[in-house]
């Protein structure tokens, strides 16, 4: 199984990102994808996830409202649409699949590189 992210950089404060995740057409279809993050000296931690059939998305509390997770089919690709951007958002941002329907990150079974999400004030 592979994912692979992108679309990280250096953002203002109050800017927007979109992240991507590609992968291959299997791992699309048979898995849940969801989003995590992991600044300097703090665990990794869940930011949003989409189940299979796209019916069912979760998100972190820290960013309701502003984030947005949804999958492309025709292109076997998930998306993460950041905005209103806080410095607390730096981290590092991975994209992982899942068998089951979950919210931690021990229930991720694949993971892929991390994308590097800098938020400047």
């Known amino acids: 199984v592979q994912l692979q992210a992108s679309g990280g950089g250096l953002v203002q404060v109050g800017g927007s990102l979109r992240l991507s995740c590609a992968t291959s057409?299997?791992?699309?279809?048979?898995?849940?994808l969801g989003w995590f993050r992991q600044a300097p000296g703090k665990e990794r931690e869940f930011v949003a996830r989409?189940?299979?059939?796209?019916?069912?998305?979760a998100y972190a509390d820290s960013v309701k409202g502003r984030f947005t997770i949804s999958r492309d089919s025709a292109k076997n690709t998930v998306y993460l649409q950041m905005t209103s951007l806080k410095p607390e958002d730096t981290a590092v941002y991975y994209c992982?699949?899942?068998?089951?329907?979950?919210?931690?990150?021990?229930?991720?079974?694949?993971w892929g590189q991390g994308t590097q999400v800098t938020v400047s004030a």
């Open positions: 992982a699949a899942a068998s089951k329907l979950a919210l931690t990150v021990s229930s991720f079974d694949y």
């Open positions: 057409g299997r791992t699309f279809s048979m898995y849940h």
């Open positions: 989409i189940s299979r059939s796209s019916g069912y998305t």
